[in-house]
């Protein structure tokens, strides 16, 4: 369970660590998985080729295990709601960054889309349609050279006055990154570092970004959605922490 001061951080900072979320075991049989598919050879550098490899979603059982641990599903209750979230069939997708002098050229700051729009173009609403969690889930243990994903703190609340005069159609994801990200310049940054199945449950408009990866040992890491039952109630009596978020970002109580 989170701590009484773990959900409060969720809602100021954006976001929550649970250390060894995921089983070594569990973590062992996914990573063998991805090295698999990867094409790559973990004792041979010589393979590592690319400076990133993505790969979609897996759903096998290592991977429904490791997106439905009892500490996780107690969390998403805690943060989203009880009932208000579906349960993961797997986990995906999955940016794999290996050691390279090369730029990967994903690493621009910006947030999640939530849903696709009725042109299929990728959109964002205040109501978090079709995103409840951002979540990050490390498969190998994170380092501050090994490319850990970088979060700016608190920039969760910079998102809804950008999308408050939206309504349920939301913003197109491309255009409100480009005001989420200056909007969120200055707040402190920091790295997702962490062990091999440590888990950050992240508010889904957190704004964050790649970096390219300077260590010795290759990164893997599951960056999935937690799929909601329905939209946020920003005028819920009980608000949950992430509905909480959002009205503070709102300067609503």
Known sequence: MLTEDE????????FVRLPGAVPHATVDRCRAAL???SGCAPDDPSTWTKPVIRLGGFATPPFREAANTKALQEAYDQLVGAGRW???GGLGTFPL????????????WHLEAGFAGDGGEYRVNLRSRGRALLMLFLFSDVGPEDAPTRVRVGSHLDVPPLLADAGDEGREWFAL?????????GRREVAATGAAGD????????VHAAQPH????????AQPP???TGLLDLGEASPTPVERAVRKGLGRP
């Open 7 to 14: 959900v409060e951080a969720f809602v100021e900072e954006g």
């Open 35 to 37: 090295w698999e598919a």
């Open 86 to 88: 579906n349960a993961p």
């Open 97 to 108: 960054r290996f050691p390279s002098d090369e730029e990967p050229g994903d690493d621009g």
């Open 177 to 185: 990154c480009q005001d989420a990200v200056p909007a969120s310049e």
């Open 199 to 206: 888990v950050y449950l992240c508010h889904p408009f957190l």
């Open 214 to 221: 300077r260590g010795r040992v290759p990164r893997f890491m």
């Open 226 to 228: 937690l799929d909601p």
